[in-house]
């Protein structure tokens, strides 16, 4: 193929990507992935990469120019937003590590805020590594300046505190205690020098956490006024700092949630800890060694695979990884994508020629679960154990149990089911694009 027919095919393909928020991949003829990026309207974002008036040379560098000279493919991953493209770009590309991208490969996350609910007087913190547990937490937040401006901003509202300090209620010397400057310039009630009750500092931290659910109108709107009435007054470094705050409380939208954009390596849990809680809540004579984890997908809402990942102590184990394209399912139907998944998948050690995984966890709820169950129940050898993961409230569903057990969200044991869900999560969404061409997939 000449490089002019090469261009030609990938503007044609370019014409087809949606104009939506997503995240694109580059490819090369192998099919392996060059650069991953992230876009607010996919199709006008990839377009500037092929455009006969780019200078990419210029204006990109010589690592893009000479990436984009490789590129025979283009394929897309909508979102729902510009926020969710870009915490989508930064997982993929740790993920891939694709050659071409130089930013997001290491291992820097984004900032959550975090209030630690469990201590007497809770701390109100901007964090990259939040506590496992005990605390309340908002975010990742994709712009980490504009977080503390917020957070500063709020301390003025709320009087909340930032310190590090181990405040406990019962502590008599705190009335001996000088409080910081905070307090004196009215931005934090002094819990530690006992100048506010616990129930009234509570109180407050309410609030905030109730301004922090909501859509923060009130407030802006509140900003807004105290804004205008500065730039009328002629204060106008007053109404320039409100403009930042201003700016910056508005920019708390710009953020994804922790159960869904969950970070890895922030939340890091020791697997051996969560396989033997795992097994405790399984009531398993043993903890379990070996998982394998079901996840269904629908590739542009039509072409329908399954993806299973194995985990081997806790531990991914890339060689027993598999995919499936469904066969014997018309239109989009999960409970029979699964039934079909699971007859493939252990017919062999149904028929004794090969052992089950310890668990089998599907990705879903409790229909899901019995649909996995029915397949299982057409086999002459059962295995010993199937439950199911369903995300939005994270409940695990259990085989032979009436009600489903919902765990702390920092739970060893949560932790663990969640890693191989996202990964076949993962597995199946991050190469999509692979599974267009029926002579990419690997059936079994």
Known sequence: MSDLERIEKIRQRIAQLPRSPGVYFMKDAQGRVLYIGKAKELRSRVNTYFQESADLLNTRGPEIARMIAMVTEIDTLECPTEVDALLQESRLIKDIQPPFNADLKDGKTFPYLEITMQDDYPA????????????????????????????????????????ELEILEDDDKRRFFR?????????????????ISREAYRADIDRLKKFLYSKHTILIRQMKKEMELAAAE??????AALRDQLKAIESLSLSGDPR???QPEVFFVDPSEGLERLGQLLEMDQPPRSIECIDI????????????????????FKPGYK???????????????????????????????????????????????HAALEAFSEMTIRPPMVISLAK?????????????????????????????????????????????????????
């Open 323 to 369: 995919r499936f394209r469904i066969k014997t399912v018309e239109g989009i139907d999960d409970y029979a994508s699964i039934r079909e998944v699971v007859s493939r998948r252990y017919r062999h050690a149904a028929g004794g020629e090969e052992l089950y995984p310890d668990i089998i966890l599907i990705d879903g709820g409790l229909g899901q679960l």
């Open 179 to 195: 409080p910081c400057l905070l307090h004196a310039i009215h931005q934090c009630t002094a819990p530690c020098g006992d100048r």
């Open 392 to 444: 939005r409230e994270e409940e695990i569903y259990i085989q032979a149990r009436s009600t489903p057990v919902r765990l702390q969200r920092h739970d060893p044991a949560l932790r663990v089911l969640q890693h191989a869900r996202d990964e076949a999560h993962r597995f199946a969404q991050h190469y999509h694009h692979l599974l267009r061409s029926k002579k990419q997939i690997d059936d079994e």
């Open 124 to 163: 109100v913190y901007v964090t990259r590594k939040p506590r496992l547990k005990g605390s309340k937490l908002w975010g990742p937040f994709v712009n980490a300046q504009q977080l503390y401006v917020a957070v500063n901003a709020l301390q003025k509202v709320f009087k909340f505190r930032t310190c």
């Open 260 to 262: 869904v954009n969950l």
């Open 234 to 239: 002629k204060r106008y470094e007053e109404a």
């Open 297 to 316: 997908a629908h590739i542009q809402g039509a072409e329908t695979v399954g993806s299973l990942v194995c985990f081997i102590d806790g531990k991914p």
